[in-house]
C-alpha cells in the first residue's frame, strides 16, 4: 500500500500560466490527497490494507474501488503533463503511434471530443488495447486498467481540474492540455514499458 500519493514531479506554479498555481493546489492538495485518507480510513486494519492500488483496483469494489482508483488515476494524470509540454509528439514510436490514429490533427480532435463526450465526471485516456493505440473515456473513478488496456496518458475532465482556471469551458481546458501540457516522454516510457511486458 502507497504510504502517501506521489510527489508532484514538478514545482506546483511550474504549469503557469497554463494551469494555475491555484488550481495545482486545490486539486492535489484536497482532491488527490483526499482521495488518498478516504482510502487509509476505508482499509485500515483489514486485508486489504497491505494490497497496491492496482490490485484494489482489480478486486474491489465501492469506495474503496472509487478512492484507490482516484488515487492511482490522479497519480498518472499529473505524470501526464509537464511544463513546456504539448503539442504535435516528436518523430519516433509515440509519432508512429499517433500517426496510426490518423495523425497530430486527427488524435487532437478525437481525444478533445472523447473528453468533452463524457458526460459528468471521468477521464480521456489514450491507451493501447491489444497493441494499438486507442482513445477511450471512462467515467467517475473508473480506469482503463480494470478491462486490459493499457494506459499511456490520461487527462481528468471533473470540473474541478479545470474550473477555476476554464469555468464550465471543458473544451478550452482540453485544448490547452494537449497544445501545452503533455508530457509525450511519459507516453513514450508508459509505451515501452508495455511493449517490454508483452
Given at each position: 500500500?502507497?504510504?502517501?500519493?506521489?510527489?508532484?514531479p514538478?514545482?506546483?506554479?511550474?504549469l503557469?500560466?497554463?494551469?494555475?498555481q491555484?488550481?495545482?493546489?486545490f486539486?492535489?492538495?484536497?482532491?488527490h490527497?483526499?482521495y488518498?485518507?478516504?482510502?487509509?480510513?476505508?482499509?485500515?486494519?483489514?486485508?486489504?490494507?497491505?494490497?497496491?492500488?492496482?490490485?484494489?483496483?482489480?478486486t474491489?469494489?465501492g469506495?474503496?474501488?472509487?478512492?484507490?482508483?482516484?488515487?492511482w488515476?490522479?497519480?498518472f494524470?499529473?505524470?501526464s503533463?509537464?511544463?513546456?509540454?504539448?503539442?504535435?509528439?516528436?518523430?519516433?514510436?509515440?509519432?508512429?503511434?499517433?500517426?496510426?490514429?490518423?495523425?497530430?490533427?486527427?488524435?487532437?480532435?478525437?481525444?478533445?471530443?472523447?473528453?468533452?463526450?463524457?458526460?459528468?465526471?471521468?477521464?480521456?485516456?489514450?491507451?493501447?488495447?491489444r497493441?494499438k493505440?486507442?482513445?477511450i473515456?471512462?467515467?467517475?473513478?473508473?480506469?482503463?486498467?480494470t478491462?486490459?488496456?493499457?494506459?499511456?496518458l490520461?487527462c481528468?475532465v471533473?470540473?474541478?481540474?479545470?474550473?477555476?482556471?476554464?469555468?464550465?469551458?471543458?473544451q478550452?481546458?482540453?485544448?490547452?492540455?494537449?497544445?501545452?501540457?503533455?508530457?509525450?516522454?511519459?507516453?513514450?516510457?508508459?509505451a515501452r514499458?508495455?511493449?517490454?511486458?508483452?
Open positions: 500500500m502507497y504510504v502517501d500519493v506521489i510527489p508532484l514538478y514545482a506546483k506554479d511550474a503557469e500560466p497554463v494551469m494555475k491555484e488550481t495545482v493546489e486539486h492535489y492538495e484536497k482532491h490527497k483526499g488518498m485518507a478516504k482510502l487509509k480510513s476505508l482499509i485500515a486494519g483489514k486485508p486489504e490494507e497491505g494490497k497496491s492500488l492496482v490490485e484494489l483496483m482489480r474491489s469494489s469506495a474503496v474501488f472509487n478512492n484507490a482508483a482516484q488515487v488515476n490522479h497519480d494524470f499529473w505524470e503533463m509537464k511544463p513546456n509540454g504539448g503539442g504535435a509528439p516528436p518523430a519516433g514510436d509515440v509519432g508512429d503511434l499517433i500517426a496510426g490514429l490518423g495523425g497530430w490533427e486527427k488524435f487532437r480532435a478525437d481525444f478533445i471530443a472523447a473528453g468533452v463526450a463524457r458526460f459528468g465526471s471521468g477521464y480521456a485516456w489514450l491507451v493501447l488495447d497493441g493505440g486507442k482513445i473515456d471512462t467515467p467517475n473513478a473508473e480506469n482503463p486498467l478491462t486490459g488496456a493499457t494506459p499511456l490520461t481528468d471533473w470540473e474541478h481540474a479545470y474550473y477555476l482556471d476554464h469555468r464550465n469551458n471543458r478550452a481546458f482540453l485544448e490547452v492540455f494537449l497544445d501545452r501540457l503533455v508530457s509525450w516522454d511519459f507516453v513514450a516510457r508508459n514499458a508495455a511493449s517490454q511486458a508483452d
